[in-house]
């Protein structure tokens, strides 16, 4: 099946389109996505995973009882993981052209997950299933928005998404056991 339409754009109009906006940087006029919103949703996200990293090392530190040292060395590898997912965001809302959303005044009210603490290890295991289960609903949304118009944000989602499907598949065998 052959065609006489070319793959790619004309490489003298790619050239010519790679030069206007060059403050822009990763952005380019082919960019589909809608850039106040998809940032939006990144610092939604952004927010979402640092009150995990926090609400973790809180269950970290307070893992007490019999079986506590093996969960508490889960819950310390999902908090370092949960960071790592935050600076993947905030380097991609930057990379946009955004600013990542630190700012801790509101930060609960941003993040799709709450800040549970829970009492006793069963109750900790199961605050942490259920912000999981709440990320992979919302990253399984924002992957269904973002759909072909932002490939690189999207793949980087997907990824999340696969390690919250992680956390939450561990976190669900170690309610079993508790």
Same mark, same amino acid.
């Given at each position: ?6 793959? =790619? ?5 790619? #050239? ?8 822009? +940087? ?13 940032? !939006? =949703? ?11 990293? =926090? ?8 893992? !007490? ?12 590898? %999902? ?5 790592? %997912?935050?600076? &993947? ?8 052209? +955004? ?6 005044? +509101?930060?609960?009210?941003?993040? %799709?997950?709450? /800040?549970?603490?829970? +009492? ?8 942490? =299933? ?8 919302? /990253?399984?949304?924002?992957? #269904? ?5 932002? %490939? ?8 999340? &998404? ?17």
């Amino acid at each position: 099946m052959k065609t006489n339409q070319p793959f =790619l754009t004309d490489v003298q109009e790619l #050239r010519r389109r790679a030069r206007k906006h060059i403050e822009q +940087g990763a952005v380019t006029p082919g960019y589909q996505g809608n850039l106040p919103v998809i940032v !939006k =949703l990144l610092n939604e996200a952004l927010a979402t995973e640092i009150v995990c990293v =926090l609400r973790y090392k809180r269950h970290f530190f307070m893992a !007490k009882g019999i079986n506590a040292e093996p969960v508490a060395q889960e819950f310390l590898q %999902h908090a370092t993981e949960e960071q790592a %997912h935050a600076d &993947l965001i905030a380097a991609r809302i930057a990379q946009l052209g +955004g600013e990542p959303d630190l700012n801790p005044a +509101g930060l609960t009210t941003r993040s %799709h997950s709450e /800040y549970k603490e829970g +009492g006793s290890l069963v109750d900790m295991v199961k605050e942490d =299933l259920i912000a999981e289960r709440i990320a992979i609903e919302s /990253y399984t949304e924002m992957i #269904r928005y973002i759909g072909q118009k932002d %490939h690189t944000t999207r793949r980087m989602l997907e990824g999340i &998404l696969a390690m919250e499907e992680e956390h939450a598949d561990d976190l669900a065998n170690i309610l079993g056991t508790l």
